[in-house]
T-cell receptor
Framework: DGGITQSPKYLFRKEGQNVTLSCEQN?????MYWYRQDPGQGLRLIYY???????QKGDIAEGYSVSREKKESFPLTVTSAQKNPTAFYLC???????????FGQGTRLTVV | QKEVEQNSGPLSVPEGAIASLNCTYS??????FFWYRQYSGKSPELIMS????GDKEDGRFTAQLNKASQYVSLLIRDSQPSDSATYLC????????????FGSGTRLLVRP
């Protein structure tokens, strides 16, 4: 069953901790994206990757890091440097740049 | 000026009416345009993609693109209460980055 899998669905983090959000796709897509959504807001681009071993900062990359060691995987680490990490995090992928992007189910991160 | 602008709404229409959702974008070089539907608490799902000027129809949905005016719209015919959601416009930036940028969304309410 092809698709994009994000895990976990809910995540709680203590202040000062780093956490890693998982995103895996089996669609053979080249491009992958991470977005952040705050309540009542649109999606803001954190990082994106168009090919393996390459990624670029989006508009709000500070306090986040990513890796793209495999085509199928694009994990996002929310570091302690991110001051307001509580949000809904969405991972997406597309066949290649400029084509339709499809989303995973999202991870809701809460700082406690 | 935001790269992708949408009226936040809510846009309220009676059941069976045509709902018209609008989006403007600032990058004249943008090549790819998408409409997503997002239900509360869920991830966005792709409704329509459009790449060239004119209209593109898919069932009850019609996307319209006017690159000269930097304007893209979505028409929903025979609106149903199940269409009540937030509609997100997304545009691929026209430079080599191909960043996928989202508007903040328009909330649509379809009254039974």
């Amino acid at each position: 069953d092809g698709g994009i899998t994000q895990s976990p669905k809910y995540l709680f983090r203590k202040e000062g901790q780093n956490v890693t959000l998982s995103c895996e796709q089996n669609l053979n897509h080249d491009a992958m994206y991470w977005y952040r959504q705050d309540p009542g807001q649109g999606l803001r681009l954190i990082y994106y990757s168009q090919i393996v071993n390459d990624f670029q900062k989006g508009d709000i990359a500070e306090g986040y890091s990513v890796s793209r060691e495999k085509k199928e995987s694009f994990p996002l680490t929310v570091t302690s440097a991110q001051k307001n990490p509580t949000a809904f995090y969405l991972c997406a992928s597309s066949m290649n740049r400029g084509t339709e992007a499809f989303f995973g189910q999202g991870t809701r991160l809460t700082v406690v | 000026q935001k790269e992708v602008e949408q009226n936040s709404g809510p846009l309220s229409v009676p059941e069976g009416a045509i709902a018209s959702l609008n989006c403007t974008y600032s990058d004249r070089g943008s090549q790819s345009f998408f409409w997503y539907r997002q239900y509360s608490g869920k991830s966005p799902e792709l409704i329509m993609s459009i790449y060239s000027n004119g209209d593109k129809e898919d069932g009850r949905f019609t996307a319209q693109l006017n690159k000269a005016s930097q304007y893209v719209s979505l028409l929903i015919r025979d609106s149903q209460p199940s269409d009540s959601a937030t509609y997100l416009c997304a545009v691929t930036r026209g430079d080599s980055s191909y960043k996928l940028i989202f508007g903040s969304g328009t909330r649509l309410l379809v009254r039974p």
